[in-house]
């Protein structure tokens, strides 16, 4: 992924775009932009973990989102918005860490399909206490423990363990998935498969990684395709619709496979596993991460309606690795549900 380097003589003065979320700038000595205002601190080897040292006032906002920041020396800037993002990755790869093997406790959620753990509960709690240091102020949207906070800026939805029956079973099928929401707008998603080593990564406009190399969906046809896809697990109510929406599928596209967890799914999407995808109801904390990695890999993700799925409510999901296969099994969809049935 590229980074984009300026510099600035003395007290000339630096034009960066502040658009997505709270840019941070990594030198010897730099200034960061939170919440508005500008910090000059040292950094460590991810970025800054502490409060930071001095504060100055705060910075006029153009209505283009441009910051203006005046630099006292000479100093050579590196506009490093991803830093966020390996911060991020790096919280998720220690949370994995509560992920054990063995020892933790299940718990039913009403139902002996829909299951938690102790390991679900820690992973959560170190998440959203590691997250809410990183961006002050932000939100939560999590899977567990009806963790609902959205009226933020910024707005963090997380699935702790996306895949918790696998990981009950011990298979490597699961994943931790956080994605940072910016007004509405999805501008940064992680997602790792610990067992696998796997770390999936996106920023809004600026591509997709696994394990910090590019990936791209396939360009495989609808004929060529696999689709993963499942049978509404916690609404068996559903099972006949979703079974007649996969025949038609499957009798036009090549195979179909079922892994447990979305959120891995959509990501081997993104790296040219599988081409298609449906699901009849998936919850936010599966699939945003996921789904904004998808569309930065070049793929399409979309619900019933044909726009974006919910960022906060349950939707019906539909994915291709291009928006023509995406908009076909639409097409097929909408032949057995004219409206969502929930």
Same mark, same amino acid.
């Given at each position: 992924?590229?980074?984009?380097?300026?510099?600035?003589?003395? *007290?000339?003065?630096?034009?960066?775009?502040?658009? @997505?979320?709270?840019?941070?700038?990594?030198?010897?000595?730099?200034? =960061?932009?939170?919440?508005?205002?500008?910090?000059?601190?040292?950094? @460590?080897?991810?970025?800054?973990?502490?409060?930071?040292?001095?504060?100055?006032?705060?910075?006029?906002?153009?209505?283009?989102?441009?910051?203006?920041?005046?630099?006292?020396?000479?100093?050579?800037?590196?506009?490093?918005?991803?830093?966020?993002?390996?911060?991020?990755?790096?919280?998720?790869?220690?949370?994995?860490?509560?992920?054990?093997?063995?020892?933790?406790?299940?718990? =039913?959620?009403?139902?002996? =399909?829909?299951?938690?753990?102790?390991?679900? +509960?820690?992973?959560?709690?170190?998440?959203?206490?590691?997250?809410? !240091?990183?961006?002050?102020?932000?939100?939560?949207?999590?899977?567990?423990?009806?963790?609902?906070?959205?009226?933020?800026?910024?707005?963090?939805?997380?699935?702790?363990?996306?895949?918790?029956?696998?990981?009950?079973?011990?298979?490597?099928?699961?994943?931790?998935?956080?994605?940072?929401? $910016? !007004?509405?707008?999805?501008?940064?998603?992680?997602?790792?498969?610990?067992?696998?080593?796997?770390?999936?990564?996106?920023?809004?406009?600026?591509?997709?990684?696994?394990? *910090?190399?590019?990936? $791209?969906?396939?360009?495989?046809?609808?004929?060529?395709?696999?689709?993963?896809?499942?049978?509404?697990?916690?609404?068996?109510?559903? @099972?006949?619709?979703?079974?007649?929406?996969?025949?038609?599928?499957?009798?036009?596209?090549?195979?179909?496979?079922?892994?447990?967890?979305?959120?891995? =799914?959509?990501? +081997?999407?993104?790296?040219?596993?599988?081409?298609?995808?449906?699901?009849?109801?998936?919850?936010?904390?599966?699939?945003?991460? @996921? *789904?904004?990695?998808?569309?930065?890999?070049?793929?399409?993700?979309?619900?019933?309606?044909?726009?974006?799925?919910?960022?906060?409510?349950?939707?019906?999901?539909?994915?291709? #690795? #291009?928006?023509?296969?995406?908009?076909?099994?639409?097409?097929?969809?909408?032949?057995?549900?004219?409206?969502?049935?929930?």
């Amino acid at each position: 992924m590229q980074q984009e380097e300026r510099h600035a003589p003395t *007290g000339e003065t630096l034009r960066l775009s502040a658009d @997505a979320f709270p840019a941070v700038f990594v030198t010897t000595a730099v200034p =960061e932009v939170i919440g508005g205002r500008i910090f000059g601190h040292f950094c @460590a080897r991810r970025g800054p973990e502490r409060a930071p040292a001095a504060v100055e006032e705060p910075i006029p906002r153009s209505k283009n989102g441009i910051i203006n920041v005046s630099l006292r020396s000479k100093k050579r800037i590196q506009m490093t918005t991803n830093n966020l993002i390996e911060q991020v990755s790096g919280i998720v790869r220690e949370a994995s860490r509560l992920m054990v093997r063995e020892g933790f406790a299940i718990h =039913e959620k009403g139902s002996v =399909e829909n299951i938690v753990t102790s390991s679900d +509960l820690a992973v959560q709690d170190y998440l959203t206490d590691k997250l809410a !240091q990183v961006l002050p102020g932000s939100g939560f949207l999590c899977e567990e423990e009806d963790l609902t906070d959205l009226k933020h800026e910024y707005v963090w939805i997380i699935d702790p363990i996306d895949g918790t029956a696998n990981y009950a079973r011990g298979s490597e099928n699961c994943c931790i998935s956080v994605a940072l929401v $910016h !007004q509405g707008t999805p501008v940064a998603g992680v997602v790792y498969s610990p067992w696998r080593d796997e770390l999936y990564t996106a920023e809004k406009g600026r591509g997709a990684c696994c394990n *910090g190399k590019p990936i $791209h969906a396939s360009t495989r046809s609808f004929k060529e395709g696999i689709l993963f896809t499942a049978m509404s697990t916690y609404r068996k109510e559903f @099972a006949r619709t979703c079974s007649d929406i996969i025949f038609d599928i499957y009798m036009e596209c090549n195979d179909f496979r079922r892994t447990g967890s979305a959120a891995v =799914e959509l990501c +081997l999407m993104a790296r040219g596993f599988a081409e298609l995808y449906f699901e009849m109801r998936l919850m936010p904390w599966d699939y945003v991460a @996921a *789904g904004l990695i998808l569309e930065e890999a070049g793929g399409a993700v979309c619900t019933l309606d044909g726009g974006a799925p919910s960022l906060t409510q349950p939707s019906l999901l539909i994915a291709g #690795n #291009n928006k023509a296969n995406c908009d076909r099994v639409l097409d097929i969809v909408k032949k057995h549900l004219p409206a969502l049935p929930y």
